[in-house]
């Protein structure tokens, strides 16, 4: 058996940083799977409707703020203390949650 440490439980080194990389990669493509079920339609309504427009720029602002006075960026999940996960992570899993429960996902 060799000695490489480049894989660890801990995601840690290259197969880590691949595993990571997927992660992204799928979580870009469930964005975009949203935004073509449910984002598209929205923003086209939004467009023609100034009260729907104004609505969503307030949640996205909200949202918006919150992370930045957080400072917050996801970190990679192999870094993530699971018995203390900060407030912004525990809503994007939330919204999983729901997702999931709503059979979307």
Known sequence: MSND???TAAGKGAFGDYAEATRRSVARSTLNGL???LGE???AAAR????LQAVIDQHA???RDALIEAQWQLPPTADIDWS???WPALRLIAICSLARAGGYV
Do not use: D, F, R
């Not at 023609?48 to 009260?51: L, R, V, W, Y």
């Open 48 to 51: 023609e409707s100034a009260g």
């Open 61 to 63: 602002a909200a949202v």
């Open 41 to 43: 339609t929205g923003l």
């Open 35 to 37: 935004m073509t079920w």
């Open 5 to 7: 440490t480049s894989y």
């Open 84 to 86: 203390s996960v900060e």
